[in-house]
């Protein structure tokens, strides 16, 4: 939550050239309500049975970027389906995520800066096993998706 997925993705989509699905969004348009919505009325097993599909669905077309959620990298059976495409890993520190996540109720998980700080702990080993890990504390979106592309050896259009 906070790394920058959504928006590291859509400028490295940008910069190569291919289409972008964001899985929350995409489980959001399909259920016709939003993830905290979905948390609340189905609870979270339900909501990461539908988000395993999702992500199943966003790895058939190529060239493709997917920004999956937070705990869909946790999950072992999409980590294992997400982990057929390159991964990649947007690391920050815990004051920066802090500082950018809302406690509005949008983010069903963020309810308090101590739960997050124990999802990060409980989520980093399984995050730690992507192909790439890049620190997005600093960054600008632009210029990590040019170091996602780089560092996966992906060719830049143009």
Not at 63 to 70: D, E, L, M
Not at 83 to 104: I, K, M, N
Not at 105 to 111: E, F, N, V
Request: net charge neutral; hydrophobic share 45%.
């Amino acid at each position: 939550m906070g790394a920058g997925k959504s928006s590291v993705g859509q400028a490295l989509a940008r910069l190569l050239g291919w289409s972008f699905v964001d899985l929350d969004r995409m489980i959001e348009s399909r259920a016709g309500r939003t993830v905290a919505e979905l948390f609340e009325s189905a609870g979270e097993p339900a909501f990461r049975a539908l988000e395993r599909d999702a992500a199943r669905e966003a790895l058939v077309p190529e060239r493709r970027v997917i920004a999956a959620g937070g705990g869909a990298f946790a999950e072992p059976e999409t980590r294992a389906l997400l982990a057929s495409a390159a991964t990649v890993y947007l690391a920050c520190d815990l004051e920066t995520l802090l500082a950018r996540v809302p406690l509005d109720g949008s983010r069903p998980l963020a309810g308090n800066r101590e739960t997050m700080r124990r999802l990060l702990l409980a989520r980093e080993p399984a995050y730690r096993s992507a192909d790439v890990t890049l620190d997005t504390s600093r960054a600008m979106p632009a210029e990590l998706a040019l170091e996602v592309a780089r560092a996966l050896k992906v060719p830049i259009p143009g």
